[in-house]
């Protein structure tokens, strides 16, 4: 079983769409991070979220840590082709960098 | 591009076969942690290396095995190789200097595509 659930699984939108991904677990986690990989790449960290309620803007992306820090959600606004990628959403359990990762949203979005 | 390189970039291997693959980490990154990553699916933690001993290990058998070296490169071996070793597997560095008090960021290398026949 995931300790961390993505969904949707797929996404496939237009350019311009906006979109919501989101990242659920019944564990809390100290902190929870956001990477986007693309094909052939490992993973690269788009922000790190910490606080319960937390709110991060980056540029088009908006990320939300929740309350209780067990799910967050990533915001695109006006999607580009350039947001095309698999997101991850990976959780920290306590010190040590141990993370565990969920399995993922794939994002398509076409010009 | 983060700085951190691995080799080999694809690996064809057949069952029962041993493999290593290596990591070498960005400079000034003490800290070494390996995941597998099979198709579909988010990385998985297998363990992590600090100051050359593993420091948290995820849930892989024993024939999962590794090494961190006085320059902080890294190996992840993998004995008796079975088909469900077919995956992508990543190692990420972290710099952490004051361990366990602050937050650091994970750098990913490209992965080692491994086949297993």
């Known amino acids: 079983t995931q300790l961390l659930e993505q969904s949707p699984q797929f996404l496939s939108i237009q350019e311009g769409e906006n979109l919501t991904v989101y990242c659920n677990s019944s564990?809390?986690?100290?902190?929870l991070q956001w990477y986007r990989q693309e094909p052939g790449e490992g993973p690269v960290l788009l922000v790190t979220?910490?606080?319960?309620?937390e709110v991060k803007k980056l540029k088009r992306l908006t990320f939300q840590f929740g309350d209780a820090r067990k799910d967050s959600s990533l915001h695109i606004t006006a999607a580009q082709p350039g947001d095309t990628g698999l997101y991850l959403c990976?959780?920290?359990?306590?010190?040590?960098?141990?993370?565990?990762f969920g399995p993922g949203t794939r994002l398509s979005v076409l010009p | 591009e983060t700085g951190v390189t691995q080799s080999p970039t694809h690996l064809i291997k057949t069952r029962g076969q041993q493999v290593t693959l290596r990591c070498s980490s960005q400079?000034?990154?003490?800290?070494v942690s390996w995941y597998q990553q099979a198709l579909g699916q988010g990385p998985q933690f297998i363990f992590q290396?600090?100051?050359?001993?593993?420091?948290g290990r995820g849930n892989f058998p024993p024939r999962f095995s590794g090494l961190q070296f006085p320059n902080y490169s890294s190996e992840l071996n993998v004995n008796a190789l079975e088909l469900d070793d077919s995956a992508l597997y990543l190692c990420?560095?972290?710099?952490?200097?004051?361990?366990?008090?602050?937050?650091?960021?994970?750098?990913f290398g490209p992965g080692t595509r491994l086949l297993v026949l």
């Open positions: 990420a560095s972290t710099p952490i200097s004051l361990r366990g008090f602050e937050q650091e960021t994970q750098y």
């Open positions: 564990s809390v986690f100290s902190s």
């Open positions: 979220v910490v606080t319960g309620g």
């Open positions: 990976a959780g920290e359990r306590g010190y040590g960098q141990n993370f565990v």
């Open positions: 400079s000034g990154h003490n800290t």
């Open positions: 290396y600090y100051r050359e001993e593993e420091n």
